[in-house]
């Protein structure tokens, strides 16, 4: 069975441009959320989709991020424009079930390095 | 809201020795507690998760954790670390709502010396 996809794996942009990544969770999970995993830190959650709803997007920095998961299949995050401190892993993952029980299933995440 | 604190940022023991991954929690009623391991450049993987019932659980990879509520802890153990051991271990915390996110600590980084 296929893991959750993220691509790119690794982008490297200057600021103020744009950047997008994209991940395909585990067929069949309805709940996928993107998470922001600075250096040395633990992963934060950005935002929370159930099917195609965004149901906690409380973390998610709506003046320059934006995300969408059209079809409650794979989803898109978006970042416009970048800023250096937006330099971080960004980590999707999928959870089966529209019930947050936590068992989520990482991809290996998007490596952005802003210059 | 609940939280996590893992006391130690590094931790290097050597090859055979045995582990203990310190975790404290917050949170005002029992919560579901989970220990994932990141390898270097990969995403994390669920180690081992506790919910209800027995308070020691056994999870992949020869890994233990204990539930004490008293303690408000949930540290993660094993008896003979492998050199693949070596990654990074996250504590989190969901709450048993259902609707809330899980929270994560910071992590900590274990290295294996021979």
């Known amino acids: 069975e296929a893991g959750v996809v993220q691509s790119p794996r690794y982008k490297i942009i200057e600021k103020k441009q744009p950047v997008a990544f994209w991940c395909n969770p585990i067929?069949?999970?309805?709940?996928l959320y993107w998470y922001l995993q600075n250096l040395g830190q633990g992963p934060e959650l950005l935002i929370r989709y159930e099917n195609e709803e965004a149901v906690d997007d409380s973390q998610l920095p709506k003046d320059r991020f934006s995300a969408e998961r059209l079809k409650g299949v794979d989803s898109t995050l978006k970042i416009q424009p970048a800023e250096l401190g937006d330099s971080a892993v960004y980590l999707c993952?999928?959870?089966?079930?529209?019930?947050?029980?936590?068992?989520?299933?990482f991809g290996e995440g998007s490596r952005l390095t802003v210059l | 809201a609940q939280s996590v604190t893992q006391p130690d940022i590094h931790i290097t023991v050597s090859e055979g020795a045995s582990l203990e991954l310190r975790c404290n929690y917050s949170?005002?009623?029992?919560?579901?507690l989970f220990w994932y391991v990141q390898s270097p450049g990969q995403g994390l993987q669920l180690l081992l998760k506790y919910f209800s019932g027995d308070t020691l659980v056994q999870g992949i990879k020869g890994f233990e954790a204990e539930f004490k509520r008293s303690q408000s802890s949930f540290n993660l153990r094993k008896p003979s670390v492998h050199w693949s051991d070596a990654a990074e271990y996250f504590c989190a915390v969901g709450a048993n709502s259902g609707n809330t996110p899980l929270v994560f600590g910071k992590g900590t980084r274990l290295s294996v010396i021979a």
């Open positions: 993952a999928s959870s089966f079930g529209t019930v947050d029980t936590g068992e989520l299933f």
């Open positions: 949170y005002g009623a029992t919560p579901y």
């Open positions: 067929s069949g999970h309805n709940t």
